[in-house]
């Protein structure tokens, strides 16, 4: 796909090369198993979220005392919380949240860092040196470190969560769409933009960037994974969703109380975690495997 | 209120263990013996009887738990180490400065004052043999105890209470503004020490009876910060590693020494074991002889477990719903009342307390003779709710961020039900979870907050109930509520002595309270939730609820 050269008519309709180039990619991720698996998580992940209120056979919040700390049963299949709350309830709920703060943030830390890397790569020079640098810098700390810092000055909210996370990966991406548009920078088809006189910002928009798609979706794809895990995080440290939203994260820090008494409390919401990252981790690492012709080349 | 109370307390007391009685640990004074078997929990004062009636059921109920041996009044063994898992590190070690509750149970066995709180809450002289008030309350004379000695081997005379005194009248201490009533201290001969009053002030003698006024030696009472601490308590200071552990050792020469009273104890260890799930943890296994800061959702736990004392001293504090009555939408009375009817009091305490706790009307500790019987916590009423709501012209609610310390789960546990309450009527309360060090400079000093959750430690004597958080001059004064009628009426009690003529005022001070809705919304009272081996015996537990005499305590191995 890298290698590919395109017109500029080519990119509106899709052309016989475009087809080609779909029907192998397909057919590559429906060959890769970790794909494949992957992305039916996601997809199945992605649908609970969609119904969860549907799905969901208990209302959220209602707290009842007499049915507190229930085993899991027929009526609960998760058992219950401190509260009385159905955990299933919860569990399918706080779907929204995670796959909300994963996506929103890596959304958002595309959006900046894929413009912020491809400019440094294709620009070079002072401008990548600056931009760089400053990216360096914010990855120099701790994602989750850096992300509580950001929260303790924006206040513990969950839209603060997605704004600390999406400025925490931002360098990541930037690095990776940097090293992509690096690799882009010398190839003919912008030599021959520029030979056609086409200026700077069309050049990396309309031609550099869309090639630089595929290592910044593989990055996107693992770091939703990360993000996840650091709303998680942030959430049990009491930084980041708040009571009583059914944050997976933050269930997991009022189950840990009841570790002896309760386990279902924590067990449940855990496992929903490491199966949201686990997705997401095979789904990134699947793409990478699919698109980058030099993994092809292994095999 | 009683009949809640006894409802919720007599519905926990099933499998609550034992709450034996408690016997005065500190009496030499022939009259103060009798104060021997007041139960320990209920410790109401005027003879009211309902607390002591709680304290009985459950001690029949809880019989099969553990041995109810009254060993305490019986003597114990010498010797032996205590290993004690202890809930918060131990902070500062001067006694006059330090505020934590953590702090003041390990100095409550180190220091002792010159007049002593007794489990029915009757102040006796302790470091003096007797006491005499004058006629207009304006003139209190102690003749001093002879031949009790410091931990440093020097007698104790007044010089050394005067200059403990001073120290706290000259400087910046926590009890420095009780000083505002006092014309002169005197010590006229070494065991004779006169506090002279400006007027009649019925606190200050309570006060007294805190580590705020703990006696120290002349020398330590020059220093601006005592950092190693001598006193006249029956166990001293050896070591602490700060977050670590803390130990103290026997005093070998307590001037109250006994063997029916103690000290026995040879040294007690206490390690610092912030998390309750690990000190539990480690407790069951068997490290420590005993743990304090039981979780109430672990109760159960406890009391299931072989060979292990589950002990409960009721009331150790007070938790309260803190509602700014300066800002949107809390200066709105009709809106507080419209969150109060929103509230069912009795499902917030049993959810964060699993029924180890009691609800409350008033600020005055339960049983006492300050609480007004006839005020109780309003019911839960959505009707009158959203009457109060139309009142107030937010018909629809109203949203307000409701900061929860994040540090007490009990008080997360509540906030959910009572957000969740109120959200039936359209009241949004948004929780926010904030550190302890955010709650005091945010919600504290800074009075930024539209509600919130905290407690009191300490009520037993009425002027921090009703003056020091409700009073617009109060040290602990944030909620905003200013009524001065109120002011008035407790204003007024602190300069009264006689017990129904200042229960009157308080009684009617909380139905000011209450009719007016207070910033404070009082929500339950709490207990001290303690653990210890069945090796360890004698009463666990001080007379103010909150803090640990180990004097009487021994260990039988």
Redesign the interface.
């Known amino acids: 796909m890298a290698t590919e050269q395109e017109t500029e008519r080519g990119r509106f309709t899709i052309t016989q090369s475009q087809r080609d180039r779909i029907a192998r990619f397909v057919r590559k991720f429906r060959s890769n198993t970790k794909a494949m698996l992957g992305f039916s998580i996601v997809v199945l992940l992605v649908l609970v979220a969609i119904f969860a209120p549907i799905i969901a056979p208990y209302p959220i919040d209602a707290t009842n005392i007499e049915d507190r700390s229930q085993a899991p049963s027929v009526e609960h299949p998760f058992g219950t919380d401190d509260l009385g709350r159905d955990i299933f309830s919860r569990v399918v709920m706080g779907s929204r949240i995670s796959l909300y703060v994963g996506f929103g943030a890596i959304s958002g830390a595309l959006a900046v860092g894929a413009v912020v890397g491809v400019v440094a790569g294709y620009a070079g020079g002072l401008t990548d040196e600056i931009l760089m640098r400053v990216m360096d810098a914010a990855m120099a700390f701790p994602p989750v470190l850096l992300a509580l810092t950001l929260l303790v000055v924006l206040g513990p909210e969950l839209s603060n969560v997605v704004i600390a996370l999406a400025f925490v990966y931002t360098p990541y991406i930037a690095r990776v769409s940097r090293s992509a548009a690096l690799a882009e920078r010398n190839e003919a088809y912008v030599e021959a933009a520029v030979a056609r006189g086409e200026s700077d910002s069309r050049i990396v928009f309309s031609e550099v960037f869309p090639n630089c798609m595929a290592p910044m979706l593989v990055q996107g794809s693992l770091n939703v994974s990360f993000a996840i895990l650091a709303e998680a995080s942030l959430s049990f440290l009491g930084l980041g969703a708040q009571p009583p939203r059914p944050s997976w994260g933050l269930m997991i820090n009022t189950g840990r109380g009841f570790m002896e008494t309760a386990p279902w409390m924590l067990l449940f919401p855990a496992l929903a975690i490491g199966i949201a990252v686990v997705g997401f981790n095979m789904l990134g690492d699947g793409l990478r495997d699919v698109l980058d012709p030099k993994v092809e080349a292994i095999e | 209120m009683q009949e809640n109370g006894k409802g919720s307390d007599s519905s926990d007391s099933t499998g609550d263990g034992t709450r034996r009685s408690r016997f005065d640990r500190r009496t030499f004074l022939g009259a103060a013996a009798t104060t021997g078997a007041v139960a320990l929990a209920g410790c109401t004062g005027g003879g009211s009887d309902d607390g002591t009636t709680e304290d009985s059921g459950s001690t029949d109920e809880g019989g099969d738990t553990e041995n109810t041996d009254t060993t305490a009044a019986s003597g114990g063994k010498q010797g032996g180490t205590l290993q004690w898992g202890g809930a918060v590190p131990v902070q500062g070690l001067d006694p006059h400065i330090d505020t934590s509750a953590a702090s003041k149970r390990v100095l409550e066995n180190i220091y002792e004052e010159v007049v002593a709180l007794q489990d029915d809450y009757s102040i006796q002289p302790h470091l003096a043999e007797s006491m005499e008030q004058s006629d207009d309350n304006t003139l209190l004379t102690f003749n001093l105890r002879q031949g009790v000695t410091f931990h440093n081997g020097k007698e104790m005379t007044s010089e050394d209470v005067l200059a403990s005194y001073e120290r706290v009248q000259n400087g910046d201490y926590l009890a420095t503004g009780f000083f505002d009533y006092v014309e002169e201290l005197r010590a006229p001969d070494d065991y004779t020490f006169e506090v002279q009053l400006t007027e009649p002030f019925a606190p200050f003698l309570a006060k007294m009876a805190t580590a705020e006024l703990s006696v120290m030696p002349a020398e330590n009472a020059e220093k601006d910060m005592v950092e190693e601490p001598i006193g006249t308590g029956p166990y001293v200071f050896e070591s602490r590693e700060i977050e670590t552990s803390f130990t103290m050792s026997r005093n070998e020469d307590y001037w109250g020494a006994s063997d029916e009273d103690g000290p026995f104890i040879d040294t007690i260890v206490k390690s610092e074991v912030p998390d309750?799930?690990v000190r539990l943890?480690s407790f069951l296994a068997g490290e420590y002889d005993f743990i304090n800061g039981i979780?109430p959702?672990?109760v159960?736990?406890v009391e299931q477990a072989p060979d292990v004392r589950f002990e409960k001293q009721f009331p150790k504090s007070l938790v309260y719903l803190g509602l700014n009555c300066d800002v949107a939408p809390f200066d709105n009375k009709d809106a507080r009342l419209a969150l109060d009817y929103t509230i069912d009091k009795e499902?917030v305490a049993?959810?964060a307390l699993y029924g180890t706790g009691q609800t409350t009307a008033s600020p005055a500790t339960p049983g006492s003779p300050w609480v007004n019987p006839d005020i109780e916590p309003r019911p839960r009423d959505l009707d009158k709710a959203q009457e109060h709501l139309d009142a107030a012209g937010m018909s629809d609610g109203f949203t307000a961020t409701f900061k929860i310390p994040?540090s007490y789960?009990t008080q997360?546990?509540a906030?959910?039900?009572i957000?969740?309450d109120a959200?039936e009527v359209g009241i949004n309360l948004?929780?926010?979870?904030?550190?302890w060090s955010t709650w005091l400079s945010d919600v504290y000093s800074n009075r930024d907050f539209q509600a919130t959750t905290s407690s009191y430690l300490a009520l037993w004597y009425p002027d921090v109930s009703f003056y020091k958080f409700l009073h617009p001059n109060g040290a602990f004064f944030f909620t905003n509520w200013v009524n001065e009628d109120y002011n008035a009426l407790v204003e007024e009690a602190r300069t009264i002595y006689d017990e129904q003529e200042r229960a009157d005022l308080y009684h009617q001070a909380t139905e000011i309270l209450h009719e007016e809705r207070a910033g404070h919304l009082f929500l339950w009272w709490q207990p001290s939730l303690y653990g210890a081996a069945s090796q360890y015996k004698g009463d666990i537990g001080a007379p103010d609820g909150s803090t640990l005499q180990f004097g009487d305590n021994w260990l039988d191995r």
């Not at chain 2, 948004?430 to 550190?435: A, C, K, P, V």
């Open positions: 309750p799930s943890q979780a959702k672990d159960s736990r499902k049993e959810a994040q789960p997360v546990q906030a959910e039900v957000a969740a959200a948004e929780i926010q979870q904030i550190t």
